[in-house]
């Protein structure tokens, strides 16, 4: 009798033991499969997206493209290419030195202004090394005349449009025409979006003579025909007399 009891106090040890055990194995591991109550954020979800978009508004401010101008000095030229140039508001103008030395500046003062009312003036001060860059970015609509200070009376100007023409620069000729070609008007530019220096009327960027000197080539070839004829007729050698003349 004694001897049952004491078997059945064991047999009844070892269930108890094995039924801790496999508590505890079972609590271990569900502590390793069962996911974590702590939810993640919409940016720790999407780290490489936020990267993305981060990337794509570096190109100017408010997501605005960059758009860019070089100047130039070449073969005693002074210029900007494009000449002309059309942007959206809140794009970019990268402004890049090719060659020479220049400036980029808006006719912004109180004599001469030829930017939009509220337009924010810019001047990049004279850029010298070859790469070197100004950037500027347009906000307000209208039309903007700028130049380059040392070469400004050499014609080296150039005009940009932000979204739609409008401001001084479209009331009256520009105060220093361009060294070759002639500025693009407001609403080629737009047209156009991006006109190369020298511009030309009716060729756009072409760089051979205007189509004003093939006309007046025509009309002077004409006149001098006309009068070089009128002078042979009035000379007699055509008259009767000369006529039955032999030599």
């Known amino acids: 009798m004694a001897y049952r009891i004491a078997a059945a106090k064991t047999s009844l040890q070892t269930m108890q033991r094995r039924t801790f055990l496999g508590g505890v194995a079972g609590a271990g591991f569900g502590s390793l499969a069962a996911p974590t109550s702590t939810s993640l954020t919409d940016d720790e979800r999407r780290p490489a997206q936020n990267e993305t978009d981060g990337a794509a508004d570096s190109s100017g401010s408010g997501g605005g493209k960059t758009h860019t101008v070089g100047m130039y000095t070449e073969s005693g030229e002074y210029y900007f290419d494009p000449v002309g140039l059309y942007v959206e508001p809140g794009d970019t103008v990268e402004f890049v030195i090719e060659s020479g030395g220049h400036t980029a500046t808006s006719y912004s003062g109180d004599t001469e202004r030829r930017i939009p ?82 511009y030309v009327p009716e060729s756009g960027v072409s760089k051979s003579l205007p189509p004003l000197f093939w006309v007046g080539a025509s009309i002077f070839g004409v006149t001098a025909t006309y009068l070089l004829s009128k002078y042979d007729r009035e000379s007699g050698r055509y008259s009767r007399e000369n006529a039955d003349r032999v030599d």
């Open 117 to 198: 009312e509220g337009a924010t003036e810019f001047d990049s001060g004279t850029l010298q090394e070859q790469g070197a860059k100004f950037s500027h970015t347009f906000e307000t609509t209208g039309t903007y005349d700028y130049y380059c200070v040392p070469h400004k009376q050499l014609g080296m100007v150039g005009r940009i449009v932000c979204g739609e023409p409008g401001g001084p620069a479209t009331e009256g000729s520009i105060p220093d025409a361009p060294a070759s070609g002639v500025l693009p008007d407001s609403e080629t530019i737009v047209e156009e979006k991006s006109l190369s220096y020298p």
